[in-house]
């Protein structure tokens, strides 16, 4: 299984970044994948969650009603665009992949899926 992020960069509060987590070597339909970030200093925290097996979503508090995840299974790639960005946005952003099976509402948020992407930089100036 391979993940790969892009897309992050630099924008003003405001503003607004589409990442991409392109995803190869593993069944579509068997997976969810997870948009996760990590701050300086701070734990990694779940942002959002697409669960292709079950097609529900899921997002933190943090960013609910801002950001939206999506999939197009055609390219085998999954989106985050996150809108109204804020400066406590700022992180490297990942993306991951776990058994669809496996995630549910009370769990999806945890770091434990078994794949995860090299990671993309977020920064958002006030």
């Known amino acids: 299984v391979q993940l790969v992020e892009s897309g992050g960069g630099l924008v003003q509060a405001g503003g607004s970044l589409r990442l991409s987590c392109a995803a190869s070597g593993l069944k579509w339909d068997d997976f969810a994948i997870i948009w996760y970030r990590q701050a300086p200093g701070k734990e990694r925290e779940g942002v959002a969650c697409?669960?292709?097996?079950?097609?529900?979503?899921y997002y933190s508090d943090a960013v609910k009603g801002r950001f939206l995840v999506s999939s197009d299974k055609a390219k085998n790639t999954v989106y985050l665009q996150m809108n109204n960005l804020k400066p406590e946005d700022t992180a490297v952003y990942y993306c991951?992949?776990?058994?669809?099976?496996?995630?549910?509402?009370?769990?999806?948020?945890?770091?434990?899926?078994?794949?995860w992407g090299q990671g993309t930089q977020v920064s958002v100036s006030s």
């Open positions: 991951a992949a776990e058994t669809s099976v496996l995630v549910s509402p009370g769990s999806w948020h945890v770091p434990h899926a078994p794949f």
């Open positions: 697409i669960n292709h097996g079950d097609g529900r979503t």
